[in-house]
């Protein structure tokens, strides 16, 4: 799946790419457009980390040569393990080596592993590169340690665990504006994941379109105070001076939780809140820059 493209998923890539420059070969991905357990538990399918629009953006900052997304369709779950890597060779008749992860499984039922993979391509004269796991604090890095992690609101770690920051992307939508009548305007992104971080308050960093970065302070959630939103909503407001507005494109970067959210007795209160808030980030921003 290459879900979250983290630092595990990151050794196997730069493995790849590095073997191919060296060998004048082309190093490409294989991975899944929607993930397996959509058909094979739909009652309870795997929230993403990632969208795929999001995960070609992080994979784009790789040198690879090509990307290939496959549907897993019934067809696809029914290959047999041993039927897995001739289905490959015919794909691919240049493949040269594969890379995975020590932990891979394959086929039909997930019956095959790494010793299986190599005593199959060795038919073919295909190479196989096994990545050992990495950790982090005594533990595998992994998409589902980084998925509790992201709805736990422990964003710092699991950003360290990503390798990067956890980010979103959308276009700003016009809101109420009950931000601007609060005294704290902020820019309302049209952003809905599978998989929601904790509801609550975060210190971000937005990048516009431009290239150009701003602080800011970030609320998802669904308002109690002011509102009874069904749906989440991400509400970011920047620190200091800033001409983005609806329509601006915006990825906003996940950096560290401040608190979780909360139903105030009202609108005096909140605002108090907010303006704790903005404190907070900006002395969060202070101790991370040294300025």
């Known amino acids: 799946m290459f879900d979250g493209v983290h630092r595990g998923h990151q050794s196997v890539l730069e493995t790849a790419i590095e073997s191919a420059r060296s060998s004048d070969g082309l190093a490409g ?10 058909l094979l538990r739909p009652e309870n399918p795997t929230r993403l980390l990632l969208s795929q629009a999001a995960k070609r953006q992080v994979l784009a900052r790789y040198d690879l040569d090509f990307l290939i997304e496959q549907e897993f369709s019934a067809e696809f ?17 240049q493949l040269a080596v594969i890379y995975v992860g020590e932990n891979w499984r394959f086929g039909r039922g997930r019956e ?22 990495l950790n982090h604090d005594g533990a595998p890095i992994s998409s ?9 609101g422990k964003m710092a770690e699991a950003n360290a665990l990503l390798g990067y920051s956890y980010f979103s992307t959308g276009t700003v939508q016009t809101g109420r504006r009950l931000g601007r009548e609060l005294g ?15 509801y609550g308050v975060y210190v971000v960093s937005i990048v516009d379109e431009t290239g150009k970065t701003s ?38 970067h996940w950096l560290h939780f ?22 907070n980030a900006l002395y969060f921003v202070r101790k991370i820059t040294g300025a």
């Open 77 to 93: 779950a029914a290959v047999g393990a041993r039927d897995f890597v001739p289905l490959l060779q015919r794909s691919l008749p």
């Open 144 to 152: 589902s340690r980084i998925r509790e992690l992201i709805t736990g």
């Open 29 to 38: 991905v294989l991975t899944f457009r929607g993930h397996p357990s959509r």
């Open 258 to 279: 401040l608190r979780p959210e909360k139903k105030f007795s009202g609108v005096t209160e909140l605002r108090a809140q907010i303006a704790q808030d903005r404190q």
């Open 215 to 252: 602080l800011g302070v970030a609320n998802y959630g669904l308002r109690p105070t002011v509102g009874q939103d069904t749906r989440p909503l991400l509400e970011v407001h920047v620190l200091g001076e800033t001409t983005l507005g609806p329509g601006s494109k915006l990825t906003v």
């Open 184 to 198: 704290f305007p902020t820019l309302n992104l049209a952003w809905e994941p599978e998989l929601r971080p904790s």
């Open 112 to 133: 095959g592993d790494v010793a299986l993979l190599i005593q199959e391509t060795g038919k073919f004269g295909v190479k196989v590169f096994s990545a050992p796991r």
